[in-house]
C-alpha cells in the first residue's frame, strides 16, 4: 500500500517536472533564438546603411577596396550592383564571373528604393546567408552575413539548456521523491487508523494539525472516530443496562432474528429450557413448542404483537407467550409462567365452589327453620317477629350469595358447558320481557322490546345468533333487574337488538339517574358496587355482571356499558351471528 502511494505520487511528479521541463526549453529556444535572429539583421541593416553612405561619399577609392574593407569590417560578403543587376564590385569573388543580381529578392527591394532583406541557403557553400541590400546613386550595396555561427551558437544554447533543464529535473526529483515519501506516509498514516477503527479499535488517533486538506482529512477522521466511540459507549451501556434488566426478569426472554436464529436470551430462559439457550441456532432446536413457534412466525410475518398459550415448553408447565416485532424485523418473545397463577386460580374457584355447596344445607335449613318459626308464633310478638324476619331476609341472602358464586365458580372453570344453537334474537327477547313482565309492572316501570334501528319492524329480520337460551336468560335477568332496581325513577326499560360488525347486539336501557364515568371500566368485577348501601338494601349480591361477563366470553362475544349521569344507562352485549 505504502509503495503503491509512493509511486503513484512520483509518478505525478514526474510527468508534470517533464512537461514543464519541455515548455520551458521549447519557448526560452524559440525565444532566444528569434532575439539573437532580430540583433544580427538590426545589425547587418546598419552596417549595410553605413555601407551605402560610404560608397556615396568616398570617392578616393575604387568600388573594389570599398567592397573589400566594407565586407572584412562587418564579417560579411559585400557586393556593389548598378541598376541594371550588374555586379560592379564584391568583397570575395571576381564580379567578372559572377551572375546578374537583379532578381534577387534583397536588390530587387532595394532597386525599387527600400532596405531589402532575406534569408536563403548558398547553392554553392550550402549553408544559410541573411542578405540585406540598401539603394544608392546608380545602383545597390549588399551584406551577406553566413548564419553557420548562429545555428553553431544555437546548439551551443540548446546544449546548455538541456543540462541545466537535466539538473533542475534532478533537483525537482528529489524534492518531489521526498514530498511523495512524507505525503506517502501521511496518508498510509491515516489509512492504518481507518484499518483500526474498521476492525473495532476506537481509540485508535491519526493525531495531525489541520495544516492542509489531508490533515483537515485526519483531524475529521479523528472526530469521527471520537463520536463514534462515545456513540458506541452510550450503546454499551444502554445494553449493559438492559442486559441487566432482562436479566432480572422473572419471565423468560428470548431474541430471535428474521431468519429465525436465537440472537439472545436472559438468564431464567437459559434455566428454563433442559438444554439451554443456543444461541446463533434455529430457535426451534431451543423451544420446541409448536404454539410457541407459530407465535413467533406469525408475529415476524406480520409485523403485529401475538399471544398464545404454550404448554409444552417445558412438561407439566403452562406459559403466557407475548411476542413482539423489532424494528429490524426480529421478534422478542417473552414467556409468563402461568402455572402456580392457574394453580392458586384453580384452588381458589374450588373453595369458593365447595364452601358455597357446602353453605347450601345449612341455609336452607335455617331459612325453612325460620319460616316455622314465624308462622308459629303469634302476631302480637313483635319483636321476636322482627328478629326471625331479620333472619330469614340475610338466610336468604346468603343463599343468593352462594349460589352466584357456584354459578360463577362454575362458569369460569369450564365446569358450565353451554350448548349453543341457532336462536332468532327476537325469541331471546320475548324470553326475558315474558320472565319479567309482570315483575316490572308490580313496580310500576314499563318493560317494552323496541327495534332500535328506525323504531319497528325490524327485529325478525335479524340473523340467527349462535346462544344457550338458559345463559343468555340468566344474562337477561341479570341486567333488567339491575334497570329496575337502579333505573325504577325513569319509569321505562327498553329491550332490544341491533346488527354490528362482530355479530348482534342486545341491549337493556333504563332511564335513571345513570352511572358516574370512573364506575364504568369496573362494573363487572366480583362485588363491586356503585352504590354499596342501596346494593345491600335491594338485595343485591355484586356477583351478576361479572357471570354475564364470563356467560358472554364463554360465548365468544363481549358485553360493555355506557352511561352518563342523569341520562339512564345501557347495557350491551354481542353474540356471534350463527
Known sequence: MKNRIFFKLLAVFLIVIAATAGIFDLVMGRAWE??????????????????????????????????????????????????????????????????NHARRQEFVEALSGKTGESE???????????????????????????????????????????????LATFIALVIAAAASVWTSRRLQRIVD????????????????????????????????????????????????????????????????????????????????????????????????????????????TSKEVKTARATSVVPGRAFDVTAAPLPDGGVVAVLRDLTETERVEKTRRDFIANVSHELRTPLTSIQGYTETLLDTIPEDSAPTR?????????????????EDLLTLARVESGETRFETEPVPPLE?????????????????????????????????????VLADREAIHQVFSNLIDNAMKYGRGGGRVELGARAAQRGIEFYVRDFGAGISSEHLPRLFERFYRVDKARSRESGGTGLGLAIAKHIMRAHGGSIRAESELNHGSMFVFTLPTA
Open 193 to 300: 487508523v481507518a484499518a483500526r477503527i474498521e476492525k473495532g479499535d476506537l481509540r485508535a488517533r491519526v493525531n495531525e494539525r489541520p495544516m492542509d486538506e489531508i490533515g483537515r482529512v485526519a483531524s475529521a477522521i479523528d472526530q469521527t472516530a471520537r463520536q463514534v466511540e462515545q456513540s458506541f459507549a452510550a450503546v454499551r451501556s444502554s445494553q449493559r443496562q438492559l442486559e441487566t434488566l432482562l436479566n432480572s426478569m422473572q419471565d423468560a426472554v428470548i431474541a430471535v432474528s428474521p431468519d429465525g436464529v436465537v440472537r439472545w436470551a436472559n438468564h431464567k430462559m437459559d434455566r428454563l429450557v433442559p438444554q439451554g439457550t443456543r444461541l446463533n441456532a434455529p430457535v426451534v432446536e431451543t423451544v420446541r413448542d409448536p404454539d410457541f413457534l407459530a407465535t413467533v412466525n406469525a408475529a415476524t
Open 34 to 99: 528569434r532575439s539573437l535572429r532580430g540583433e544580427i539583421e538590426r545589425n547587418l541593416t546598419q552596417k549595410t546603411l553605413m555601407f551605402a553612405h560610404r560608397v556615396e561619399i568616398d570617392h578616393s577609392h575604387s568600388l573594389m577596396e570599398i567592397a573589400a574593407q566594407e565586407g572584412q569590417a562587418a564579417g560579411a560578403q559585400a557586393t556593389i550592383i548598378d541598376v541594371s543587376g550588374k555586379v560592379l564590385a564584391d568583397s570575395e569573388s571576381n564580379p567578372a564571373q559572377m551572375e
Open 120 to 166: 536563403r541557403r548558398s547553392a554553392t557553400l550550402g549553408i544559410p546567408f541573411l542578405y540585406v541590400a540598401a539603394p544608392i546613386t546608380g545602383g545597390a550595396v549588399r551584406f551577406a552575413y553566413p548564419l553557420s555561427d548562429l545555428e553553431t551558437v544555437e546548439a551551443q544554447v540548446r546544449r546548455e539548456l538541456l543540462w541545466g533543464t537535466a
Open 428 to 464: 331471546l327477547l320475548h324470553d326475558a320481557e315474558e320472565s319479567f313482565r309482570e315483575i316490572a309492572r308490580g313496580q310500576g316501570v314499563d318493560l317494552q322490546i323496541l327495534d332500535s334501528q328506525n323504531g319497528s319492524g325490524r327485529l325478525e329480520s335479524l340473523p340467527l
Open 386 to 402: 322482627e328478629f326471625l324476619e331479620i333472619i330469614r331476609k340475610n338466610t336468604m341472602r346468603m343463599s343468593r350469595l352462594t
